[in-house]
């Protein structure tokens, strides 16, 4: 017996051996397969044959819309499977840096997505790019609200769907609900976090699809100040193509005085690489993540805007105001369709000179500058007067009381500490907003090439802006009104350098605009027909005014 368990010895261990191997070549080949994960879930959901409803019959019951409807390649949706290996866009270092992430039971986070009219097969995709890219620990539920879709049995499907593919995940939440009738991206976003639970939530489109390693870094950051909101970094997705592109780390959110969004240039400060969280004046749009109990204290998004756009200024002007900050986090990226129209219709308008996704947008944007601009709302209404006409069905009582409440700082505070470049167009300013001559207002036509007198109220009217040192009168699009050959008025892109900046030179006598360089005086002699004329004090054919002064004239 003992020489015959001599006679095994090398053999077992070569066996040893070979299991040793065998284990090692399992764990490069799991290794591998983790660095493929999306193909893996996603062959395994678009094959789901057993599933009670399977991928291809959820999205088959896609009702026959216009082709437009959803502003997407929507067969391309179709054909895409219901999740796709994406590019990575974040830069290396994010993926090699260690997070220092919170336990989940003090993190976990409640995703709302409110949609209106979603093809079946892009809403998926957003769902299932969220549940199979996010740590399952801290993904505690998904909220989805179906905002008066025309697919009536959408919801139920999906729920049929969700049931069978995901029933092991058994401490998933998962609220469906839909609203009898279409109440807006705004209410229901407010009704989704009021059913909220976990301890974080996460706004989302619905045409979205998260990236690889998208949470952690929001978490991070997150963890360190409960009075933070954050923004993951938007990788566009081309509505033609559905082709997933980097978004770019360089820009920040920002508005101008008419509480239109912007991109703003972000600069890097000495040694501060692109990848590392930014402070931003507004979100990112509108996908923000941060404390529910935080956003509720904050009254959440203003329950008085009307069914799309402004919620996100408007939350990030009472955040920065009310003792909170907002940073993009580029390590986390999300891809976003960027629709080139908007794919739903808007509440009938009153005013017959705005569209009615003007008016609504409008109505929104009246409530935040009454709401939080103090003084500055005459800037506002200076470039938006059409905005004094719309009618608003409440005071303003219960936003001053938060204020109070809160303790929240007037608006000036964030002139001075967040938003730099506002302020500086507010003090480079020395009258701006619409031009008038008599009843008729100075406009640029679309393309910048004529300038005509038009009616003061239609929602497009040029606003002009007079800057202090220059004198140059520019309009939005930073094209400036110059002289040129023969006296000719000429709309020509602003100008930095000497010259150019000459002949755009203007002073101004009162109401009156005088050329600087040719010293003649801007004149409406025919009614509607622009020329430069030698200035007359008191004729009212070359009193030109200014919806708002900003300083006094001589
Ligand atoms: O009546 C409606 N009810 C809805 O539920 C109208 C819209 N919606 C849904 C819609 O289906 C979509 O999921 O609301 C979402 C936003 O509407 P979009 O995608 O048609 O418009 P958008 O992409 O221009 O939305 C931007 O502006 C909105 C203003 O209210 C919100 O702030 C959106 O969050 C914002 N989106 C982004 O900035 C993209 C970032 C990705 C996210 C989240
Ligand atoms: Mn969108």
């Not at 040793?20 to 764990?27: K, R």
């Not at 990112?284 to 009307?306: C, D, I, Q, T, Y």
């Not at 007079?466 to 709309?491: D, H, K, P, W």
């Amino acid at each position: 017996m003992f020489s015959g368990r001599q006679f095994c010895r090398p053999r077992r261990r070569v066996f040893y051996i070979f299991v040793f191997f065998i284990c090692n070549l399992l764990f490069v080949f799991l290794c591998i397969s983790e660095w493929g994960y999306n193909d893996l879930p996603a062959s395994e959901l678009n094959k789901s044959s057993d599933h009670h409803l399977d991928y291809r019959e959820f999205i088959s019951h896609t009702p026959e819309r216009p082709r437009d409807l959803y502003q997407y390649n929507l067969s391309l949706s179709d054909s895409l499977g219901v999740v796709r290996k994406l590019p990575t866009t974040r830069h290396y270092r994010c993926i090699t840096q260690p997070y220092n992430l919170p336990p989940p039971f003090e993190s976990n986070l409640s995703v709302v997505i409110s949609f209106h009219n979603e093809a079946r097969s892009m809403l998926l995709r957003t769902i299932v790019s969220l549940l199979i890219r996010t740590p399952e620990d801290y993904l505690h539920e998904l909220i989805i609200l179906d905002d008066g879709s025309e697919d009536v049995t959408l919801l139920d499907d999906l729920k049929r769907w969700m049931g069978s593919v995901f029933w092991a995940r058994d401490h998933l939440g998962l609220i469906l609900r839909r609203n009898p009738r279409r109440m807006g991206l705004i209410w229901s976003r407010n009704r989704g976090a009021s059913l909220a639970s976990g301890y974080y939530v996460l706004f989302l489109d619905s045409h979205c699809e998260v990236n690889e390693g998208w949470l952690e870094p929001l978490l991070e950051r997150l963890a360190l100040n409960p009075h933070l909101a954050v923004s993951p970094l938007l990788d566009p997705i081309d509505p033609t193509t559905l082709s997933y592109r980097k978004g770019s780390e360089l820009l920040k959110g920002g508005f101008d005085w008419s509480l239109h969004f912007h991109w703003l240039k972000r600069q890097l400060a000495n040694h501060e690489h692109p990848e590392m969280p930014y402070q931003s004046p507004v979100f990112a749009g509108g996908v923000l993540m941060m404390s529910r109990e935080w956003f509720l204290k904050l009254g959440s998004f203003n329950s008085f805007l009307k069914i799309w756009g402004g919620e996100s200024i408007e939350l990030a002007i009472k955040l920065w105001l009310c003792g909170g900050q907002i940073e993009i986090v580029p390590c986390s990226r999300i891809g976003h369709i960027f629709r080139r129209r908007h794919a739903f219709d808007f509440p009938p308008q009153f005013d017959q000179e705005l569209s009615s996704a003007q008016e609504t947008y409008l109505h929104n944007s009246k409530i935040i500058a009454e709401s939080w601009l103090d003084e500055y709302k005459n800037m506002f209404y200076a470039l938006r007067p059409a905005a004094r006409r719309i009618p608003l069905d409440h005071t303003y009582d219960e936003m001053q009381k938060l204020r109070r409440e809160l303790q929240c700082h007037p608006f000036e505070w964030y002139l001075r500490h967040v938003s730099s470049e506002l302020r500086m167009h507010f003090d480079e300013l020395s009258a701006t907003g619409t031009l008038r001559n008599e009843d008729r207002c100075l406009h640029a036509t679309q393309n910048d090439t004529h300038l005509i007198l038009a009616n003061c109220y239609r929602g497009d009217i040029t606003q002009w802006s007079m800057l202090g040192n220059s004198g140059q009168l520019a309009n939005q699009r930073e094209y400036c009104l110059g002289v040129g050959f023969r006296s000719q008025i000429i709309l020509e892109p602003c100008g930095r350098n000497e010259s150019t900046r000459k002949s755009q030179r203007w002073m101004r006598l009162g109401t009156q605009l005088l050329h600087a360089e040719t010293h003649m005086c801007l004149d409406n002699p025919l009614k509607d027909r622009l020329e430069m004329s030698t200035c007359r004090s008191n004729a009212a054919s070359q009193s030109f005014q200014f919806a708002l002064e900003m300083e006094r004239q001589t």
